[in-house]
């Protein structure tokens, strides 16, 4: 229990890390999405919300989210924003200062200290190297797959350290967070060796049945791990089946990947030699034997054992040791205060811890707040050009019907991305769009196919203009003339239309079919049906309808089948439906909706 004057410390200290975070992470509120972002936020977005569930439950498997966790992250940020990347950068940043928290938490319970827990939280909290993880929400998979983790080891932590062993309700609860932690990114594999290692360091075992009492939950979590391991390898949309994470166990593969990650860590150009790290793990271990404290024994097995999952594939950069980062500075964070203590020793405690951390935000603030943000060059150059992209897109057309065509006679993006679907699609919110990009196209479309399109873009002096040939309207008068339900029943006031259900509508005058019949002849059904050459829109009660099918009524003259979803949120009772062909449009008739 804090006393009244330790809480003040305590609350500012937390208030005075958390300000230091935001001074120098604040930038990321006014940035836009990265290519990445996009990619991820359509790929959450876009498949069935079941099939991502079930891609979260069924973690031992891989699927097409790749990491299911994080899909939910950015689906549940857009149903609720929209396509704001504001909403989606302030939610990093809450996550990524609860991460601070978890990481004082974790080293106040392993040290006793609750200096070395702040200390720590202010080290580990920013480093330039780690500057994607701040600015770029494309590295939200790193930043949830550390709050996981260490919500996972804090609750082990307060489970041991109660003089407890978790019994079944406490290991299903880690095994809940392991599985989320696992689902954000695979680092979190490492987490039964965490608490091995913090089993053999703090509760050394003292009978043969320590594996079936202390380290019975590290037992489940490695049969978890084995099985999402063999899971993962074994599936057709395994990682591994990508050169860049292929690994090679070996020797040179581990310094070259630990020399990348030393080289972020101090901000130097090229790795650390292998000599000199050697030697610096060495100095380090010995530190922790000769001094035999439990808390720099644990933070070098933790920063030595923790980078498993990436040690021996092509180097990385540091983000992807955000994890392993915590080692490092709980090591750091234990020998600074122990030096404090030793040198201020003739000043009270409060004092001491005042002018510690006071000294270590001035010396690294000025240091860091030069560096970071222009590092992420997605966030600094990439991401203002998706900006413009999607603001000149909007302010050109700032809408369009379900089922649009829309060409690109020319772009901004990349031929070999798929950005600009993704940016269209998710900016305006409709996956039915469909994105047809002519530098993509083998067959380039000729000025008949290009009239079908609903709308044809162009890309000059870097700016979109709009190159739509518009054919001449159809002198028509489209209207419909029937509704059956399915299996051919008619919509009547006794038995109305369903929200959502599909109607089989008749419908007259919708014009020119593809294959072309002759004015006066009937619709062919052999071998295909005549489908309506113009686009078919349905408005229900004024709202557009999903349209699944529209071609000529085989055997019937200027008659046409037209099959429409009754959209979710039409009144009820009678309620107008009208076709629009080309943007020529019928009289409306009325339609019994329940």
């Not at 704001?84 to 950068?89: D, S, T």
């Not at 071998?527 to 999903?546: C, H, I, M, N, T």
């Not at 099918?549 to 009678?574: A, H």
């Amino acid at each position: 229990m804090l006393k009244s004057g330790d809480r003040l410390l305590f609350t500012i200290a937390a208030v005075f890390i958390a300000a230091y975070f935001l001074l120098l992470t604040h930038a990321s509120l006014d940035a836009y999405f990265t290519p990445d972002d996009m990619m991820n936020l359509y790929r959450s977005w876009s498949p069935p919300i079941g099939q991502l569930i079930r891609s979260n439950l069924l973690f031992i498997f891989s699927s097409t989210f790749m990491r299911p966790m994080g899909s939910v992250w950015y689906r549940t940020i857009y149903d609720f924003a929209g396509f704001n990347p504001a909403p989606f950068h302030f939610a990093n940043l809450a996550i990524l200062l609860a991460n601070t928290f978890f990481t004082y938490c974790v080293s106040r319970r392993l040290t006793g200290s609750r200096l070395i827990g702040a200390l720590a939280a202010l080290l580990a909290c920013y480093h330039p190297g780690l500057a994607w993880l701040y600015f770029d929400t494309g590295y939200v998979y790193d930043v949830l797959c550390y709050f996981f983790y260490f919500a996972a080891f804090l609750t082990y932590l307060r489970i041991r350290q109660a003089g407890r062993i978790p019994g079944f309700w406490g290991i299903a609860g880690l095994i809940a967070l392991y599985v989320c932690a696992l689902n954000s990114k695979e680092m979190a594999l490492t987490l039964p060796v965490t608490l091995l290692i913090y089993e053999l360091v703090y509760h050394p075992p003292q009978s043969p049945r320590w594996l079936l009492q202390q380290g019975r939950t590290t037992l489940v979590l490695a049969v978890l791990t084995a099985a999402f391991l063999i899971g993962h390898m074994t599936s057709s949309e395994s990682l591994l089946r990508n050169a860049q994470y292929q690994p090679a166990f070996t020797g040179q593969r581990f310094m070259e990947t630990s020399g990348h990650f030393c080289n972020s860590l101090f901000n130097q150009d090229g790795g650390l030699a292998a000599v000199p790290m050697l030697l610096v793990w060495a100095l380090l271990l010995a530190i922790a034997w000769v001094t035999n404290s439990k808390p720099l024994k644990f933070a070098w097995l933790f920063l030595m054992l923790s980078v498993a999952p990436i040690a021996f594939v092509p180097p990385r950069g540091m983000p992807q040791y955000y994890i392993p980062w915590f080692g490092w500075t709980l090591y750091l964070a234990v020998v600074l205060v122990s030096a404090t203590e030793y040198l201020l020793r003739r000043l009270p405690g409060p004092v001491r811890a005042t002018l510690l951390l006071a000294a270590v935000a001035a010396t690294l603030f000025p240091l860091y707040r030069g560096i970071g943000f222009a590092k992420v060059t997605e966030v600094t150059l990439e991401a203002p050009e998706m900006r413009l992209i999607v603001n000149q897109l909007h302010g050109l057309r700032p809408s369009f019907p379900p089922r649009a065509r829309i060409l690109f006679l020319n772009d901004p993006v990349r031929a070999d991305v798929f950005d600009l679907l993704f940016m269209i699609r998710s900016s305006y919110g409709d996956n039915t769009l469909r994105v047809d990009r002519l530098k993509t196209m083998t067959v380039p479309p000729d000025a008949q196919a290009q009239s079908e399109y609903d709308t044809v873009l162009d890309y000059r002096d870097k700016r979109f203009i709009d190159a739509t040939q518009h054919p001449p309207k159809l002198d028509i008068r489209p209207v419909f003339t029937e509704f059956y339900h399915d299996g051919w029943t008619p919509v009547t006031p006794s038995h109305p239309a369903k929200r959502g259900e599909i109607l089989i509508a008749k419908a007259a005058d919708l014009g020119p079919t593809r294959p072309e019949v002759p004015a006066g002849a009937p619709f062919p059904s052999q071998p295909s049906f005549a489908q309506v050459r113009a686009r078919v829109d349905v408005l229900v009660d004024g709202k557009y309808a999903e349209v699944t099918n529209q071609f000529g009524w085989p055997g019937l003259v200027n008659l046409y089948r037209v099959d429409f979803r009754v959209p979710e949120k039409v009144s009820g009772g009678l309620v107008k439906a009208e076709l629009v062909v080309q943007g020529a449009s019928g009289p409306a008739s009325m339609l019994y909706v329940q």
